[in-house]
């Protein structure tokens, strides 16, 4: 916090068991112009001369060939006229040849997606767990011995989520219910919930959809989910419907690169993406330490996206479907078990998370940005990666390597919220701006980690508060058991505002929330 004369810190110690130190630190005198020049705008410079190469390379041969023109007699032109008459067979072979070229390049091209609207659901609010609330509903289960209900308060307040999170109805009972009905419940509501606010803002009717794509990790009900949605709207019995299980908090990516490749075979239709995770039956009621860490984080939560491969569509589209990258990392056994459902010694099911995770989840981002980066990092920041890299192997083995900055590529970063340290971690590691880990920071704080539909109430923050601009490029980044690694890459069609009955609808102005931690 700054104010005054001078500057307050607040140290937390990272998460660890240490306490709040306040430190004061004194005003700092002007930088160093010349070091800012240097580190900030010779670079930005660069950026620009090789983003615009082409351009300023042709000007000079434009404005060379204008002159040029502007000589020229009417016996000039006369001449030109005469040598083309006598090369005709030539010159209709060359329009050939272009035509065609240019009628196989049309037909075989990708056809552009467009995100047309989406919708988040929100639970109603008596569903709210405070943090009291859930404490003392732990402690009255009578499961939890006094060290695990330490251990899940602790990673409660240091988690990242606030007071307003949301848990289904049978985890308010006393005790709880988790039944296979109630499980069923508590999907319909929240997937009924997100499609009805799709359909009712787009005006899409059921029967338009074409495609249908569910992703939800661990509850997987016969019939499927993508069945429950089939029944509930009357789809058209030749609906491409897919059911995505196991996949984890990345399988919301994995189910738009689906949908994108049936809209890549099937003309002229649309497209539902559909992702969320249940809470009801998942719930963990040992004592392993690593099992009850996803107690603390999960949430309640929906998303459903439109997607369309209509040319008409993209005049009322929010967004175009630029790249989707995924990394696998299964074959390796320890990034394989480091999210892994399993009993505990009792013999009660839960979600078991590794130690290892973090160190596991850099190495799959590392993997996923590789090959994202040169797909849409300019051609400056490539060229400046590609030759520290040579100076690396052929001269310096002590020459650090340059860190490709992705804030040259994207406007806006939707991090999946999966926890206060995963955060973190990406923006350290990306060396973004506390602006840029906003939306994801908030998300977790107000809707708690909703698996593979976070990285779209992150998207509707950013919208809510006015910051989407036309051109502008959002990365949504998912980490997911398996272990994978998957991005998204959406460019704005448009200035977009947020659609009626947001999540963020009547909440948005109270934050960005000054977030402490114990």
Same mark, same amino acid.
């Given at each position: ?23 004061? /630190? ?37 404005? &060379?060939?204008? &002159? ?89 307040? /240091? ?80 609906? /491409? ?127 996923? &940005? ?96 006015? /910051? ?51």
């Amino acid at each position: 916090m700054v104010g005054g004369g001078g500057e307050t810190q607040i140290d937390n110690g990272g998460g660890g068991g240490g306490g709040i130190q306040i430190q004061e /630190r004194r005003r700092l005198p002007l930088p160093d112009f010349l070091q800012s020049v240097n580190l900030k705008y010779v670079k930005l410079g660069y950026h620009y001369l090789m983003t615009h190469l082409l351009t300023l390379c042709l000007i000079p041969l434009i404005f &060379i060939s204008l &002159i040029e023109a502007s000589q020229m007699n009417p016996e000039d032109v006369h001449q030109l006229w005469v040598h083309l008459q006598y090369n005709l067979v030539s010159v209709i072979t060359c329009s050939a040849v272009l035509v065609f070229g240019s009628t196989v390049y049309i037909m075989t091209r990708p056809r552009p997606i467009y995100l047309v609207d989406y919708s988040c659901y929100r639970p109603p609010e008596h569903l709210q767990v405070k943090y009291q609330q859930f404490m003392e509903h732990s402690r009255l289960t009578g499961d939890f011995d006094e060290s695990s209900l330490e251990f899940q308060r602790k990673i409660l307040e /240091r988690a990242g989520l606030g007071e307003e999170t949301y848990l289904p109805e049978a985890m308010h009972s006393i005790p709880p219910k988790p039944s296979m009905a109630a499980a069923r419940e508590e999907a319909e509501q929240v997937m009924f919930g997100a499609l009805d606010s799709l359909f009712k803002n787009t005006g899409i009717k059921p029967k338009d959809i074409g495609v249908l794509v569910v992703n939800c990790s661990l509850f997987n009900p016969t019939p499927s989910l993508s069945a429950m949605i089939v029944n509930k709207y009357k789809l058209r019995g030749n609906i /491409r419907s897919f059911n995505l299980g196991g996949m984890g908090c990345s399988a919301g990516v994995i189910a738009i690169d689906l949908a994108r490749d049936m809209l890549q075979v099937h003309r002229n239709t649309y497209a539902v993406v559909v992702s969320t995770e249940n809470i009801t039956q998942n719930w963990y009621f040992g004592n392993k330490k690593s099992m009850l860490i996803p107690n603390c984080l999960f949430r309640m939560g929906c998303s459903a996206v439109l997607l369309s491969n209509k040319s008409v569509d993209k005049r009322r589209a929010k967004y175009k479907l630029v790249h989707v990258v995924r990394t696998h990392r299964g074959s390796d056994g320890k990034a394989f078990n480091c999210v892994y459902q399993e009993q505990d010694d009792a013999g009660k099911v839960g979600v078991s998370l590794s130690k290892d995770l973090m160190a596991i989840a850099g190495g799959a981002l590392k993997t996923n &940005i590789t090959t994202l980066g040169p797909l849409v990092l300019p051609i400056s920041e490539q060229l400046l990666f590609f030759s520290t890299l040579v100076m690396k192997k052929l001269f310096n083995d002590k020459v650090k390597p340059y860190i490709p900055d992705f804030k040259l590529a994207f406007d806006h970063f939707c991090i999946h919220a999966g926890g206060r340290a995963v955060i973190d971690e990406l923006e350290k590691n990306l060396q973004l701006l506390p602006l840029h880990v906003e939306a994801s920071r908030m998300t977790l704080h107000r809707f708690g980690n909703t698996s593979s539909s976070s990285i779209w109430y992150e998207l509707a923050y950013i919208e809510a508060k006015g /910051r989407m601009r036309k051109g502008n490029r959002v990365w949504q980044i998912a980490f997911g058991s398996g272990f994978k690694c998957n991005s998204a890459v959406w460019e704005a069609l448009r200035n977009v505002k947020q659609s009626p009955k947001g999540p963020w609808e009547d909440c948005v102005d109270r934050y960005p929330v000054q977030i402490a931690f114990s």
